[in-house]
């Protein structure tokens, strides 16, 4: 997942428990990682399920806490290294 000005730590923290069941600790890790680096791996899975999870953070919408927010976060799917 890619860190964009557009989304909030709460909107970060709230996919990662709706989409990945993540609880609320480990979605905030995922979304200080993606405002640090700038990205986050958030699942090392195969590839028809990565390409669902990444589908449904396209889909997942706006982040309504920010009024400049225009739409879902970026997501890419990569091999994992190793």
């Keep these: 997942m890619w ?26 890790q995922v979304a200080k990682e993606v405002d640090k680096s700038g990205r ?9 399920l990565a390409e669902l999870k990444r589908d449904q953070i396209h ?6 806490r920010l009024d400049r927010c225009k739409g879902s976060m ?6 994992a290294r190793g």
């Design 3 to 28: 860190d964009d000005t557009d989304h909030s730590y709460d909107y970060v923290i709230s996919m990662m428990k709706r989409l990945f069941r993540m609880p609320i600790e480990k979605g905030y």
């Design 40 to 48: 986050a791996i958030c699942m090392t899975t195969t590839l028809e």
């Design 59 to 64: 889909a997942f919408g706006k982040d309504e």
């Design 74 to 79: 970026s997501a890419t799917i990569e091999p």
